[in-house]
């Protein structure tokens, strides 16, 4: 995600989830993840046409606001899978926090034959396509 997307979703998710009965507590606090987004929108803004210097300031700013999404991601998903909001539906409390709901898909079988190879002792193996 660059920086300016980011900024847009780390905010949006503030947004949903301020108010947002599903979250009273939310871990970490929207107070800590909005000064993360403020911090990184000034150093990105410093680091626009600057140097090595500033732009490693924002590349830090940048991961600390990942590691806050991410573990508010966690947080959202602990309130999504408690069986206090079964009646809800874990999709339902997680996109209320602004959140995508990840796809599921299985793992498929893989298809594929084995035959004699031509010199003695192999094998070979064609998948499916």
Do not use: W
């Not at 009646?87 to 004699?116: E, H, R």
């Amino acid at each position: 995600m660059t920086v300016p997307q980011l900024l847009v979703y780390a905010s949006h998710v503030v947004t949903k989830m301020t108010g947002n009965t599903f979250f009273s507590t939310p871990v970490p606090t929207l107070v800590k993840v909005t000064g993360a987004i403020t911090a990184l929108q000034s150093a990105y803004n410093t680091a626009q046409g600057a140097g090595p210097v500033q732009t490693a300031a924002m590349n830090q700013c940048k991961e600390a606001l990942q590691i806050l999404v991410t573990t508010l991601g966690g947080y959202v998903e602990g309130v999504a899978n408690d069986p206090i909001n079964a009646t809800s539906g874990a999709d339902t409390v997680i996109l209320s926090a602004g959140m995508d709901v990840k796809g599921y898909s299985p793992k498929q079988k893989q298809v594929f034959s084995v035959s004699a190879g031509g010199i003695p002792g192999s094998v070979d193996l064609t998948a499916a396509r």
